[in-house]
């Protein structure tokens, strides 16, 4: 049974950092892409990043460019989300996704992660 487990969402003010996490299991990590997107209330689910099986790939949304980084350990089976400079409108539910391929749709999700920013 494939589980993608997000933490380390939370309440923060503008400006700072935060670093979420989604740890899988069921699955063999390094083959799969991986993704981050992220819902806000009343709005449709969004992209925010995605990067290739072993890192070398990485892409994001504009919206975060340059204040989020997407990375992985495949050892730890693990993907990270680093964000700094976090502005109210970051404030949503954030969720991992996993994919075989590199395009189309994903094939696992986590449950998400809360991150509220306060302005």
């Known amino acids: 049974q494939v589980q993608l487990v997000e933490s380390g969402g939370g309440l923060v003010q503008a400006g700072d950092s935060l670093r979420l996490s989604c740890a899988a299991s069921?699955?063999?990590?390094?083959?799969?892409?991986m993704g981050w997107f992220r819902q806000a209330p009343g709005k449709e689910r969004e992209f925010v990043a995605s990067i290739t099986w072993r890192a070398r790939v990485t892409n994001y949304a504009d919206s975060v460019k340059g204040r989020f980084t997407i990375s992985r350990d495949n050892a730890k089976n693990t993907v990270y989300l680093q964000m700094n400079s976090l502005k109210s409108e970051d404030t949503a539910v954030y969720y991992c996704?996993?994919?075989?391929?590199?395009?189309?749709?994903?094939?696992?999700w986590g449950q998400g992660t809360h991150v509220t920013v306060a302005s």
């Open positions: 069921g699955l063999t990590f390094s083959m799969y892409y």
């Open positions: 996704a996993a994919r075989k391929t590199p395009t189309g749709e994903y094939d696992y």
